[in-house]
């Protein structure tokens, strides 16, 4: 028990915060931490470009590092802000609207006993803050930022943990670097797949080790009315296909997507099915609305990606053209000619 106790003191807890209307939750992810079965080295909150929020912290929350955000605005600069004053070797990053459960790092703790688990992820449950969206499919608690249906049912090896609920080896970060800044949430802008370029980068450079989604290490993450509106949902699936996009540019198409497309051609279908059978067979007509919705957000999101992929190609075909057009230039000044 002892040698348990003394792993979980090589965990290093990151919080990252950005809004003073979200200060009970803060409050209350940070108590989770406290509340611990196994505790952690030290708590780290970050602060995003607030400077009242940062004064309120220091000021209020007493036993826990302060920091501010010292690289880009977001939640990658964020991340990577607290990174570089870890002191640990394992460093666990929880949402500051998420609470982890009383045994979430002990679970942490003894299954990076394992040196093939570069990092470990849970299930991130939705803690409704109204009551829980009918028309919502399981299959898209994703957009909110929660565990899916579609994801794995047992502990295993998987593509990347849910943003809300992760920790890393430091390893990770001093070999491939950290978040990448461009990818993930800035403000309340749905963008996200930070963690996802990460990951897929660390397995790139590690194809032998794994990351690993662990059924017990869970935390709950607060989803408020806002975010199971009709608009929100676009908007976030529209923002994932546009987040696609820029981790396919840096990792390649076949490894950002390989999970998409299991998940696409497998769980959609049968998350129609699911839905309409509800509709007809036990007439729970919003069944009509949950299948509509999976049709709905795929489009979305796959229109997020094609817009994308354009504008990207217009990017690059610019830069082609200024570069040829600036070579032509200098080629004239060095020979006198027009071109």
Same mark, same amino acid.
């Given at each position: 028990?002892?040698?348990? %106790? ?22 209350? @992810? ?25 004064? +309120? ?25 607290? %990174?570089?004053?870890?002191?640990? +070797? ?29 990092? %470990? ?14 028309? !919502? ?18 502990? +295993? ?57 662990? !059924? ?6 607060? %989803? ?68 509509? @919705?999976?049709?709905?957000?795929? &489009? ?20 082609? &053209? ?11 000044? &060095?020979?006198?000619? @027009?071109?």
């Amino acid at each position: 028990m002892q040698q348990a %106790i003394q792993k979980a003191f090589d965990i290093s807890v990151v919080i990252c915060a950005y809004s003073e209307e979200r200060w009970h939750d803060l409050l209350a @992810a940070v108590e989770s931490i406290i509340q611990q079965t196994l505790p952690p080295g030290e708590i780290i909150l970050v602060i995003d470009h607030n400077p009242g929020l940062l004064k +309120q912290v220091r000021e209020h929350i007493p036993g826990v590092v302060v920091v501010e955000n010292m690289d880009a605005r977001g939640l990658s600069g964020a991340r990577n802000s607290g %990174i570089a004053v870890a002191k640990n +070797q394992i460093i666990a990053f929880l949402d500051d609207d998420a609470v982890a459960t009383p045994g979430w790092l002990a679970v942490i703790n003894e299954e990076f006993a394992d040196p093939q688990v570069l990092g %470990i992820g849970g299930p991130v449950m939705p803690l409704w803050l109204d009551k829980s969206p009918a028309w !919502l499919p399981k299959e898209f608690y994703w957009v909110v930022g929660c565990t899916y249906r579609g994801m794995p049912e047992s502990t +295993q090896a998987v593509r990347n943990p849910i943003g809300a609920n992760m920790a890393f080896r430091r390893e990770v970060f001093e070999t491939v670097g950290g978040f990448r800044s461009g990818i993930g949430r800035v403000g309340t802008w749905p963008v996200g797949c930070e963690e996802t370029e990460l990951c897929i980068r660390a397995r790139q450079h590690w194809p032998g080790r794994v990351f690993l989604y662990q !059924l017990e290490a869970i935390v709950l993450h607060r %989803i408020p009315s806002d975010r199971t509106r009709w608009h929100y949902f676009c908007s976030r699936c529209y923002a994932e296909g546009l987040s696609k996009v820029i981790v396919a540019r840096y990792v390649g198409i076949k490894d950002a997507l390989a999970s998409e497309y299991t998940y696409t051609i497998q769980a959609l279908p049968r998350g129609v099915i699911h839905s309409l059978k509800d509709a007809l067979l036990y007439h729970d007509l919003i069944g009509f609305a949950r299948a509509g @919705a999976i049709v709905v957000g795929l &489009v979305v999101t796959a229109t997020g990606y094609l817009t994308g992929s354009v504008l990207l190609w217009m990017m690059k075909f610019k830069d082609i &053209v200024v570069d040829r057009f600036s070579h032509r230039d200098s080629k004239s000044a &060095v020979t006198g000619k @027009a071109q």
